[in-house]
């Protein structure tokens, strides 16, 4: 009974890292209707510049902290202006093939400039062991189920009271008439980038505070595909709990099965939920006009 | 007197080519490039029969996105597939080599119904991420059924004997391949003028409007994902001699990236595209290893420890460069050279 509820908390809280990229590639698809297949990618290069920048200045929480935000919204200001905005008009499939060269190119710039051998992030405090009852969990493993539940009420917020938000969703609703009511959509395309970017960039660099940061974090962006799917890829808030539910299914399989099935469960996940219900659990179906 | 160039009947405007001298030179090719261990030393010999090998797996890739329109990212695991069929058969079995390319063949089509099946459902970026879950589902069941597939040790696979030909030599071997990747264009070339060929563009183009034509999508959108799959998998069987070792880790996802360049590089649905892609990618590291020996010392230190990031990063550059400068690819800027060709100095 206790390893279940060992492997319940520890299956959301990498969950919850799952969540939060697929609350990015959410970000992304809802407003400009595109896969960013260089999702993982990213959160990898910005754990690793946040790794550059605690090893250069200290790790500090909270110096760590701002770098992270101000890394990701860079990061994904640029590739918006440089790789996406040119693509504007071009079919769908070209812009996604443009994020797939993009994932290409960062992973083999970290190997480039870094090495391939994992290092310690070097933040003591995620790794300190916290007791809730009988169980074990990690201060960074709590932290980053607090982290996804703010950012939910966050986001949630954002959608309904903001102006950034309402844009939002008027240009994932259709992006043509919010422009001829004056909503500035290349602006919101970008403000998605940078929140997708800095989202993601949040979860790679608590992935590798808890897991050690090496050139495979990129796969957290795979893992988060059938978050995404699950929870519906136009549902900001209903990929975070897809990630959570990926990441219980996940942490089932590897605790009572065998890690090989662990690695594939979520992709056997999505085919499912693919042919049952293509939209996700609260995803809206696309109807197409003849 | 004829005013232009007319055709007459269906057969003239289907027909492969109606310049003869495309018909000439397409010959020519054919002899040089069968005469060509002769005159190749080894290191290039090898070169070409890799392009040749990675040509029959870019067209059957080719069938599937270029004129079916239906995106792959899983087409690895049919690679996978097919150089396992043919390991188990060759090289765990001992049987017949031509069994062993036929199982290559017939395996990955299998897989491909399965695979193909969501197909019917899904489109775009679903159907993407479908085929993509369905290559690393591939990956794990090949290592977990160990009983059939020797597992994670892999299988040794030593060159073909066939009909009393030995296919050990390298200049053999690259016959071999020669046969494969000519009757695989052909295949190709021929699927596109059928009614086949039609029906898979018709579908690419717009399957409402397809469908309500009479093309039943179910069947034709599974053939072309069995067609597909049965060429790519040959190239895996090849691919697997070639290596003379099989394992999964030797077909990473980033084979998908390379074959998904070869046909945005070379440009989508056109097999000559298909071609002049693979002769990029496939001596894309070569290029770069000459263009940096140009440059000093440094560069040619990097080239030497990270040849392969520098290598992979290539890959992305062009792929996304193609994609934004010039979505035709190499086949477009090769139609506007010949027309800049035959209508200089005119512009048009």
């Known amino acids: ?138 201060a960074g493993q709590v932290f980053v189920i607090g982290l996804m539940g703010a950012l939910l009420v966050a986001s949630w917020a954002f959608f309904r009271y903001s102006r950034y938000g309402i844009a939002m969703r008027a240009v994932a609703d259709d992006d043509r008439t919010a422009l001829l009511m004056g909503v500035n959509t290349a602006r919101v395309q970008a403000v998605a980038w940078a929140a997708s970017s800095t989202i993601a960039g949040m979860a790679g660099v608590c992935f590798a505070a808890l897991y050690d940061i090496s050139p495979d974090i990129y796969s957290i962006g795979l893992k988060a595909f059938p978050a995404a799917i699950l929870g519906g890829l136009d549902a900001v808030l209903g990929s975070a709990f897809g990630g959570i539910i990926v990441g219980l299914i996940e942490n089932m399989t590897g605790g009572y099965m065998s890690s090989t099935i662990k690695e594939i469960s979520g992709f056997v996940l999505i085919v499912g939920v693919l042919m049952i219900r293509p939209s996700g659990l609260f995803g809206q179906r696309e109807i197409e006009r003849v | 007197m004829r005013s232009g160039n007319f055709k007459q009947n269906v057969g003239e405007l289907i027909a492969l080519t109606d310049s003869k001298s495309v018909a000439t030179w397409s010959c020519l090719l054919m002899v040089a490039l069968i005469g060509a261990p002769m005159v190749l030393d080894a290191h290039l010999l090898g070169l070409v029969t890799v392009i040749l090998f990675t040509l029959v797996g870019a067209l059957g890739l080719n069938i599937l996105m270029g004129y079916t329109g239906l995106v792959s990212l899983g087409h690895v695991g049919f690679l996978v597939l097919g150089a396992y069929g043919y390991a188990v058969t060759v090289g765990i079995h001992g049987l017949h080599p031509l069994l062993g390319f036929l199982m290559a063949g017939i395996v990955p089509a299998i897989a491909g119904v399965i695979v193909g099946a969501p197909s019917l459902r899904l489109k775009g970026i679903y159907l993407a991420i479908t085929t993509m879950a369905f290559a690393f589902i591939i990956n794990t069941a090949i290592l977990e059924a160990d009983f059939i597939t020797n597992g994670s040790s892999g299988i040794f696979l030593p060159r073909p004997t066939m009909f009393g030909i030995s296919f050990k030599s390298d200049a053999a071997f690259y016959w071999l391949c020669l046969f494969f990747a000519v009757a695989a264009l052909a295949v190709t070339l021929n699927i596109r003028r059928s009614r086949i060929g039609r029906a898979f563009m018709a579908i690419r183009d717009n399957d409402i409007a397809a469908q309500s034509m009479g093309i039943n999508l179910i069947a034709y959108k599974l053939l072309a994902f069995v067609m597909s799959a049965f060429m790519t998998g040959i190239a895996g069987a090849l691919f697997g001699v070639y290596l003379s070792f099989v394992t999964v880790e030797g077909f990473t996802f980033h084979l998908t990236i390379e074959a998904l360049a070869i046909l945005v590089v070379g440009g989508l649905g056109s097999a000559l595209g298909v071609v002049l892609g693979t002769i990029l990618i496939v001596l894309l590291p070569e290029i770069t290893g000459v263009l940096l020996s140009l440059t000093g010392d440094a560069a040619q230190e990097v080239m030497a420890t990270k040849a392969f990031e520098v290598r992979n990063i290539l890959y992305g550059v062009i792929i996304i460069g193609f994609l934004r400068f010039d979505p035709t690819g190499l086949v477009g800027i090769w139609k506007d050279v010949q027309r800049t060709w035959v209508n200089w100095p005119l512009k048009y």
Request: charged fraction near 10%.
């Open chain 1, 1 to 138: 009974m206790n390893y279940l509820i060992q492997l319940t908390a520890t299956g959301i809280a990498i969950g919850a890292i799952y969540g939060l990229i697929a609350m990015a590639f959410a970000l992304v698809y809802k407003s400009t209707g595109l896969i960013n297949f260089a999702q993982g990618e990213v959160a990898m290069m910005v754990a690793y510049l946040t790794w550059a920048f605690a090893g250069q200045f200290g790790s500090g929480l909270i110096g760590v902290a701002v770098f992270t935000i101000v890394a990701g919204m860079v990061l994904g200001l640029v590739i918006e202006r440089l790789l996406i905005r040119p693509m504007m008009g071009e079919p769908i499939f070209s812009i996604v093939l443009v994020t797939i060269g993009l994932a290409v190119i960062l992973r083999s710039l970290v190997l480039l400039i870094w090495d391939a051998s994992p290092h310690p992030m070097g933040i003591e405090a995620a790794s300190e062991l916290i007791r809730i009852g009988n169980l074990n969990m990690r």
